[in-house]
């Protein structure tokens, strides 16, 4: 059976390397021309991290990335309101994983064309269309090739070309308001060098973690940032480049931040390049899969970055599918992976826009007014576990059964 897979993103090439594992001969379509690690940091969750482990990516992954520690919540002042551990140590099966985007896509196109073959992933083919009947699906590109193949697997991302032939009449993104700013600075490591932490609030929010354990080992820290200001008139969400370059400004919004183990202020003034893209998601989907064609990842369930869930989720996608073809190839299988992974990321999509697991952040704002109040004088560790533990749920990655 051949499935062609359009997008060479984090779920695109996890999908080739389980539908691979399962006997499929697979082909990845994407549409840029050369393929660059871009990008920032990403969080690939324990239930993620172990399908990678599964395709024999452990090792790689311990080589690149920094096993997290744990997920701190802060108030501005630098109290800790919470602490979520996601290491083995606190019972997970496998580690969350903090690492560069770019790195982990590069280490998943590195095993797709050895164990695939050199031309498993054709560069520059960019999906303009597609047809199908009971035979097959013909792929039509922009270049004015075609190939053939008997399933269609859309996962080329937030303007996915697949999805909009299935949904043509979706709209545009879902927007809240909220702007993003990234970027990565080499710097000396915070904390115990493994601990990511969110700060803020709703309104004005900030996260920071390392992501490099080749910096780690020179004493060096890869610090990740994410600076998120909620604008009352923000800019149209249809303009959203991930690569824009950022403005500067919106740095005055963090000079009260005051974390007891780094320096916020500093980090974000002495970072060199800046870009800054708006908060977007869109409607969770009625439905993914019309008889051989079916979305995975963004394509399929764009959501907010909140409990750092994305790419996590593309890579459960990913085996989800390849094992329901597996059991049922063919359209019954998409459909029965569609029916496994619609309802729980849908979930996830309408959580994440009521904060998912950073609502103690708002919980915190609403209580701690400055840096001589008490956590634990005003917020209870019920409460907050109560979050916590919910989102894990919802998500999907849950610790080891005592």
Partial sequence: ????????????????????????????????????????????????????????????????????????????????????????????????????RGELQFLLLDTVRSRLGPDAVALGRAISGFTQDERGVHVRFADGTAYDADLLIGAEGFRSKVRQQLHPGEGPAHYEGTMMWRGTNLQAPFGDGRTMFIAGDHDVKFVCYPISSRAARDGKALINWVAEVRHDQPRAADEADWSREGDRDFISEFLGFRMPDIDIPALLKSTRKITQYPMIDRDPLPWWTQGRVTLLGDAAHP??????????????????????????????????????????????????????????????????????????????????????????QVAGFLKKAV
């Fill in 1 to 100: 059976m051949k499935i062609a897979i359009a997008g060479a993103g984090i779920g695109g090439l996890t999908a080739a390397l389980c539908l691979n594992e399962k006997g499929f001969e697979v082909r990845i379509f994407e549409a840029a021309e050369t393929l660059q690690p871009l990008g920032v940091g990403i969080n690939v969750m324990p239930h993620a991290s172990g399908v990678l482990h599964g395709l024999g990516l452990g090792d790689p992954l311990d080589e690149m990335a920094i096993r997290t520690r744990a997920i701190e919540y802060r108030t501005r002042f630098g109290h800790l309101i919470q602490s979520d551990p996601r290491s083995v140590e606190a019972g997970f099966n496998y580690p969350q994983y903090s690492v560069h």
């Fill in 303 to 392: 959501m907010y970055p909140m409990g750092a869930n994305g790419a996590s989720q593309a890579i459960i996608d990913a085996r989800a599918l390849a094992d329901s073809l597996a059991a049922q190839p063919g359209p019954e299988g998409l459909h029965a992976y569609e029916a496994l992974r619609r309802p729980v990321t849908t979930n996830v999509v309408l959580n994440n826009r009521k904060s998912g697991p950073e609502r103690v952040l708002d919980i915190a704002a609403a209580r701690i007014k400055g840096p001589g109040d008490r956590i634990e004088d005003l917020i209870s560790p019920a409460e907050l576990e109560e979050v916590a533990a919910s989102y894990r």
